[in-house]
């Protein structure tokens, strides 16, 4: 915050103090002054340094502008004179802006709303969508995989393959492959787990950021023969070892392996995000180096300059192509997005959606701000007219009162930029931390810039239309008349028509995401969630297969009998909680047609009383048993999509499967389907059921990591107390990590639609309160405007209610009009939100309906009032008047 | 406002800049011309009698000495420093060697400066003289200093 208040002061500084010659005075002014809001929030808190910040602005306009100036005498000095107008425009206005408190506090707090959404939306966007990436030239780095599903994803690739790309492709200044994971580092304290990039090749070498202390490590560390290294992030390099500097030279031991620290980097570097706090080589055994069977790594590779990526996509398609005659493979062509795409591509469609949404909410704050100012320039004609008849120029005028509407949107940019920072902060808490530049989400320069530019042309924009309708009366009918001429009313009801519109898209646009998110809701995932507490454990590979078997055995039989604990269970990958790992599907008895590859199938490795514990359904045969790993024939369990998939209207019980590519890397020998169970939507409530196998983990004995599921009654603090109590015991040396209950697994899965539903829908409510005002504020300027008609007809007779309804009747019309437009523009836009919904269409008529409802209702709540104010004007007061 | 002789010369000095030639010298060189100082700017030159400082430390001193009554922004300080420094009363000095925030000036008081600043406190302890003849305030000890 004092970064900010020091920016928008240095800003306040340019344009008070312009020139080269006053950049060293400015320098001291920004030094001295930081040092003071340092002081005032130490003392006071926030409100202590931006009530010092508003001192600041408040002597510099008085130092620099406001002091009047002797009358100018020479021509040299022209420019100064205009100078004074406008500082006199500018007192004037400051003026009038006083003298109208309730004007100036709705119109500040319009435009702070409107400015302060946009900023807040911006800087996300800005961040996320248009800044560039924190690497070396980052427009030619590319990300890398196989083109193996059927959507926009790119696939890792396995160690094979990635390394026939890296040594034969020639359109890569370096190539680098790489995979993130945790670790578990040990050694110091308790042993945890901290997440980092283990790269193929050299990542760091791609990126070309360079170390802030010590060196990265090259393409040349990556071999097996090698000590094995690690870079740090400056943050963990701190936590470790006190100072970044500190950390060169040192070790940690991560997966029971010394590990030299030969580097740290600037603490502004990230890559993939901000989770990852080390790199290092993966420094793969040979056999892991030709493998052709695991699929794990991503490319990232930076194109030489003049390569397009279409023509380096080329290249690794026919080195493919080469690969697969030599050695029989069936790996998938190459698919290559650029790096940005790859961070952004999940988060674009909800961005721009919201930015939208809030441009709009602005473009009706601008015009109901455009109404209030067309309302009192009528008000002030009189004024207006005698400057004109006594030879007012009609330019100063003009000017004069667009400087008004500058310094209004001034005030309510100031404010609203205030709004915008706090509206960021509750953003940035509640985004999904998938968005990988969540960190480097501020208001900087960019964004303040790009605030102000708004805030300039929302106040001309506002502002131009009454200054110059005002400055184009004839003084004449002024003076006669005390109010303008026509022409004036029509621009304020079709000012009222658009922001019904606009009201209506975005209440539409909300609507239909409150309607996704209750559908959500409703969605059964699958599994029952409640009561179930979850953290993930893993034994290092020092736990030779059988010892890790027997360790989680006993991992469910101990913590299944803490008190309290009704049952555990093991699973690789929580339900719901994405697709977790795939292998080769093979049946027996139907071979995959030769030159193409088996379908890819998510399985789960699970204990087998895995689907009593989550409440998984059982459909046909039966669940899996202890026993079952006794028999020579494995028992696995599919679910009802899968069984679909393969037989339909046939009985999948007994039919064999093997996992894996046959007929020497397959995970087990083959196994029966003994049961089908009910479907879970593992992707996350909004994503069909996958397809599923389940395997228990004795016949998958190599697999060392796994989420340990506990059902207890009791507070989950509490059990995963005793739960962690119970695995020091059995081995001090493991971390118990990621504790979370299964409702907050699946409450994190809605997350991201629930945060755009809840912006979505503050924004349009926003909207609709502003057009209601809108409405409202015209139909009692009319009403006001006509009392002399009203006084007449009521004179001659006119019943009260056909008054009443004469006004209503005028009010409406707009707003059905409004209604109309909204609907239509509506029903093209939300097209574009396609991705966002779930289980409704773009032009729900529910949804519809219920806004075309609820405008009506508030529209004409809205035209009631003044109308009834109509018929209360008494007859003879304004016949007397006149 | 046209009263205030810190001012007028303020706007003197601003011309001075907007104008080609360039006449800003110090046109009043007779210290009483300065007087009566307000009191930022009396307070301003108090700061500085015994030592040279930059904004910051001037504004911290003084809310030391005054108990935060006299409390100063930025943008007052460094608008009164232009008009000291035009005025001659102020001049700039390098840093000392512990600094090392570049952009902090350092600011020393001229002979002028203190002589205005000896004048204006002259003039108050006068007025308070005046204040103690008609008992508004007490009457001070008679001290050896005072009889001489």
């Keep these: 915050m004092n970064r900010l208040l020091s920016r928008l002061y240095s800003i306040a500084l340019h344009l008070m103090l312009p020139g080269d010659s006053c950049v060293r005075d400015r320098l001291a002014m920004i030094a001295t002054f930081e040092d003071l809001v340092a002081d005032a929030r130490r003392s006071h808190g926030l409100p202590g340094a931006v009530a010092h910040f508003a001192a600041e602005l408040r002597d510099l306009v008085i130092e620099t502008r406001l002091r009047s100036r002797p009358t100018p005498t020479t021509p040299a000095q022209e420019s100064d004179s205009m100078l004074a107008t406008f500082v006199q425009d500018v007192r004037f206005a400051l003026r009038l802006l006083r003298r109208a408190p309730g004007f100036t506090a709705v119109a500040i707090l319009t435009l702070a709303l409107g400015i302060g959404g946009n900023t807040a939306i911006f800087s996300v966007v800005y961040a996320v969508l248009l800044r560039p990436l924190p690497y070396a030239d980052a427009n030619r780095l590319v990300v890398v995989g196989g083109a193996d599903s059927d959507d926009d994803s790119i696939d890792s690739t396995s160690p094979y393959v990635f390394y026939e790309w890296r040594d034969r492709a020639r359109a890569f200044e370096p190539l680098a492959g790489f995979v993130t994971g945790q670790q578990t580092m040990s050694g110091r304290r308790e042993p945890e787990r901290v997440s980092g990039v283990t790269s193929a090749g050299s990542i760091l070498e791609v990126l070309g950021v360079p170390a802030a202390h010590g060196r990265i490590f090259t393409a040349s560390d990556d071999r097996s023969a090698r000590d094995p290294v690690v870079v740090l992030s400056d943050a963990f390099a701190t936590r470790l070892f006190g100072r970044p500097e500190a950390a060169v030279g040192q070790s940690i031991r991560l997966n029971d392996r010394d590990h030299a620290v030969v580097g740290v980097m600037p603490a502004s570097f990230r890559f993939p995000d901000g989770d990852s706090v080390f790199w290092r080589p993966a420094q793969f055994e040979p056999d892991m180096r030709l493998s052709r069977t695991e699929y794990f790594l991503l490319g990232v590779g930076r194109l030489k300059p003049g390569v397009t990526e279409r023509q380096a996509t080329e290249e690794l398609n026919s080195i493919m192509a080469a690969t697969r005659r030599s050695v029989a493979s069936t790996d998938p062509d190459v698919r290559m997005t650029r790096l940005r795409e790859s961070f952004v591509s999940g988060v674009r469609t909800r961005l721009l959606v919201l930015l939208g949404a809030v441009a709009a909410v602005l473009l009706i704050a601008c015009a109901n701000l455009a109404n209030l100012l067309l309302a009192r320039a009528t008000g002030r004609a009189r004024e207006i007219a005698v400057r004109l008849a006594i030879g007012g120029a009609q330019r100063r005028i003009v000017r004069q009162l667009l400087t008004e509407s500058a310094v209004l949107s001034l005030l309510g940019g100031i404010a609203g930029i205030a709004l915008g920072w706090a509206l960021l902060q509750v953003l940035i808490a509640n985004l999904p931390s998938d968005v990988s530049v969540l960190e480097e989400i501020r208001i900087d320069r960019i964004v303040l810039a790009v605030a102000l530019a708004t805030v300039l042309v929302v106040g001309l924009g506002f502002g131009a239309a009454p200054a110059f309708q005002l400055a184009r009366e004839r003084p004449g009918t002024l003076l006669r008349t005390g109010r303008g001429v026509s022409g004036r009313g029509r621009a304020r009801a079709a000012l009222v028509v658009a922001e019904i519109a606009i009201a209506v898209v975005l209440l539409i646009g909300a609507g239909l995401l409150v309607r996704s998110f209750a559908l959500l809701q409703r969605v059964d995932p699958g599994i029952r969630g409640d009561g179930i507490l979850t953290f993930r454990l893993q034994v290092p590979q020092r736990y030779k297969p059988p010892e890790r078997v027997r360790f989680f055995e006993d991992v469910v039989d101990r913590l299944g009998r803490l008190p309290g604990v009704s049952g555990a269970a093991i699973v690789n990958t929580l339900p719901v909680d994405g697709r977790g790992i795939g292998a080769w599907f093979n049946i027996v008895g139907r071979p995959t047609p030769p030159g193409r590859q088996p379908d890819g199938v998510p399985y789960r490795v699970i204990s087998p009383n895995y689907f009593t514990l989550v409440g998984i359904p059982l459909i046909r045969g039966r669940f899996l048993s202890e026993r079952d790993s006794l028999a020579s024939i494995q028992a696995v369990v599919i679910d009802r999509t899968l069984a679909n998939r393969y037989w339909p209207n046939q009985d999948p019980i007994g039919r064999e499967v093997i996992l894996g590519a046959i007929p020497d890397n397959t995970l087990f020998p083959r196994g029966t389907i003994v049961g089908v169970v009910g479907d879970v939507r593992q992707l996350g409530l909004d994503s069909d059921p996958p397809g599923m196998i389940y395997v228990p983990h004795r016949v998958m004995p190599f697999w060392n990591g796994f989420a340990v599921m506990l059902r207890t009654k009791l507070q989950p603090e509490a059990v995963a107390r005793s739960a962690r109590e119970q695995i020091r015991r059995m081995d001090p040396t493991l971390p118990v990590y990621n504790v979370r209950t299964m409702e907050q697994v699946l409450s994190e899965s809605v997350a991201p639609t629930r945060m755009s539903m809840f912006l979505l829908a503050a924004f349009g409510g926003l909207a609709l309160i502003m057009a209601a005002v809108g409405v409202y504020g015209v139909l009692s300027y009319t009403v006001m405007e006509r009392q002399r008609e009203m006084g007449i007809r009521m004179a001659l007779g006119a019943e009260p209610a056909g008054l009443r309804a004469l006004m209503l009747k005028h009010g409406m019309r707009q707003a059905v009009l409004g209604l109309a437009i909204g609907i239509t523009s509506a029903a093209g836009l939300t097209r574009l939100m396609q991705t966002l919904l779930f289980g409704v269409t773009p032009t729900d008529p529910l949804t519809f309906g219920a806004v075309i409802g609820l405008l009506t209702a508030v529209s004409g709540l809205a035209c009631y009032i003044p109308a009834r104010r109509a018929t209360k004007v008494d007859p003879a007061a304004v016949l007397r008047a006149d | ?148």
Excluded: C, W
């Excluded at chain 2, 009164?80 to 008081?109: Q, W």
């Design chain 2, 1 to 148: 406002m046209g009263s205030d002789p810190i001012f007028s010369e303020y706007v003197s000095a601003t011309q001075a800049r907007f104008a080609p030639s360039n006449y800003a010298v110090t046109r009043y060189s007779d210290p009483r011309d300065h007087l009566p100082l307000t009191a930022p700017v009396f307070q301003i030159l108090l700061s500085l009698i015994d030592r040279d400082l930059h904004g910051y430390a001037i504004i911290a001193d003084i809310r030391e000495r005054t108990g935060d009554e006299v409390s100063l922004t930025a943008s007052t300080l460094y608008a009164a420093l232009r008009r000291l420094l035009d005025a001659g009363l102020l001049e700039e000095v390098d840093a000392p060697d512990g600094d090392t925030d570049p952009r902090r000036r350092y600011y020393r008081l001229r002979k002028l400066g203190r002589e205005v600043a000896r004048l204006e406190a002259a003039r108050l302890d006068r007025l308070t003289a005046m204040a103690r003849d008609k008992h508004l305030l007490p009457r001070l000890l008679p001290s050896p200093a005072r009889k001489s």
